[in-house]
C-alpha cells in the first residue's frame, strides 16, 4: 500500500510524496485520514525555518520533515492484542499529515458520535492549549488578556471563559481574528498592534490583568506584553518562538512582582496517575465532551479546506496572506 505525505523537502519546499506503508503489527492499527489540520504557528517556523541555531526547534528539524500532528479519521486493518479497537472505528491521533498510518493503539483517541472529524481534528491543538490554561494561576472571576488570536489564542478564549473568567481582552491587528474571538467569547477587543495596547488595557482592567497570555510566537511580544500584567500577576507564554534570544525582560517583572510561566506540549505526563491526572489523553477526552455539550465551538473556526495535492498552495496562504486564515484543513476523502 502506499500512502501520500506532505513533505517539507527544504526550506520553503512543500512536496506530496508517496511512500509505503507497512502492515500494523502487534498493539498496532492502520488508520486512514479524513482530515488533518495544520499547525499554523509550528508548521510555519518549520517550513520558513525561523529559528535560531542552539535552540529546540534546531534540534528538532530535520529536512525532508513531516509536518502535523492533529488526524482524524478511520481504522482499516488492526494488528494482535488491539483491546478494544475494531476496523470502522473513527479514531483522532496526534500523526503527521499522511493518508494512511500505522499507529500504536494507545495512542488513538475514539471520536465520541457527536464530534464531526473536523472538530475531532483540532486535538493536538487544544490539549496544547488545555495544558497551557491548566499552568497558569487561574481564579473565578480573572481579568485575562490574550495576545494574539491565532489558533491558540482562539482555544485560549474559550477555555478561560469556562474556567470563569470576567473579563477576557483580545489584542490583535487583524480584524477578522478578533472578530472571530469576540464571537467565541471575548468581552473586549483592541484591533491594535500590543505595542499600542497598553493604556486601554490598563483603563479597563483597573490597573492591569490578572493573567496575560502571549499566544503569537513573536519574540518582540514579551515586552509589550509584561507592562499588561497587573502586580503581583502572571503572563503566561504559550507561543514558543524560534528566537529566543529576541525576548527582553522589562522593568516591570522585578519590582511589581511578576511571574512569567511558559508552557509546551511536552509538559502533561505520558499517562494519568494519582499525583498527575491530567495527561493528553485525559485533556483531549475533556476537549471532546466541551465540544459535545457546545461549550466550545472550533468547526467555524475552519476557514480553508484543501485537498492534499494543493498543500503547496496551502502553505503559500499562511506564508503570504497568514491573516485571511484560521483553521486551515487537508480534506483526505476522496471526492
Known amino acids: 500500500m502506499q500512502s501520500r505525505n506532505i513533505v517539507f523537502a527544504g526550506e520553503n519546499q512543500v512536496e506530496v510524496r508517496e511512500e509505503p506503508v507497512r502492515e500494523p503489527g502487534p498493539g498496532e492499527a492502520l488508520v486512514q485520514a479524513h482530515k488533518t489540520l495544520i499547525s499554523t504557528g509550528t508548521e510555519g517556523i518549520i517550513l520558513s525555518r525561523l529559528y535560531e541555531s542552539g535552540t ?8 525532508p520533515f513531516t509536518p502535523g500532528y492533529s488526524f ?5 486493518a488492526v494488528g494482535s492484542d488491539v483491546g478494544e479497537v475494531r476496523v470502522g472505528d473513527r479514531v483522532a491521533a496526534r500523526v503527521n499529515h499522511r493518508e494512511f498510518a500505522v499507529v500504536k493503539t494507545a495512542q488513538l483517541h475514539p471520536i465520541p458520535e457527536k ?3 473536523e472538530e475531532a481534528a483540532w486535538l493536538g491543538l487544544a490539549s496544547i492549549v488545555q495544558n497551557g490554561v491548566r499552568r497558569a494561576p487561574h481564579e473565578m ?8 488570536v ?6 485560549v478564549v474559550q477555555y478561560v471563559r469556562l474556567m470563569g473568567a470576567r473579563q477576557i481582552i483580545v489584542i490583535d491587528p487583524a480584524s477578522k481574528r478578533v472578530e472571530m474571538a469576540c464571537a467565541h467569547g471575548a468581552t473586549d477587543a483592541l484591533t491594535m498592534p500590543v505595542e499600542a495596547a ?5 483603563e479597563l482592567t483597573g490597573g492591569g490583568a490578572d493573567v496575560v497570555y502571549d499566544a503569537t510566537g513573536n519574540a518582540a511580544v514579551l515586552e509589550n506584553a509584561l507592562p499588561l500584567v497587573r502586580r503581583l500577576g502572571c503572563l503566561l507564554l504559550l507561543g514558543d518562538t524560534g528566537t529566543p534570544s529576541r525576548q527582553r525582560l522589562t522593568r516591570d517583572v522585578v519590582p511589581r512582582g511578576l511571574r512569567i510561566i511558559g508552557a509546551h506540549d511536552n509538559n502533561p505526563p505520558a499517562a494519568t496517575s494519582e499525583h498527575a491526572r491530567w495527561s493528553h489523553r485525559e485533556m483531549i477526552q475533556l476537549f471532546f465532551t466541551y465540544v459535545m455539550r457546545g461549550d466550545m465551538r472550533v468547526a467555524d473556526l475552519v476557514t480553508h479546506r484543501y485537498a492534499p495535492k494543493d498543500a503547496p498552495e496551502a502553505y503559500r496562504l499562511l506564508r503570504e496572506e497568514r491573516s485571511e486564515a484560521m483553521g486551515v484543513l487537508f480534506d483526505w476523502l476522496p471526492v
Do not use: T
Open 56 to 63: 529546540h526547534w534546531d534540534d528538532w528539524v530535520r529536512f
Open 198 to 202: 497598553r493604556e486601554k488595557v490598563l
Open 150 to 155: 491565532g489558533l491558540l489564542g482562539q482555544l
Open 115 to 117: 464530534v464531526s472529524d
Open 72 to 76: 482524524a479519521g478511520r481504522v482499516i
Open 141 to 148: 472571576g480573572d481579568k485575562v488578556v490574550v495576545v494574539g
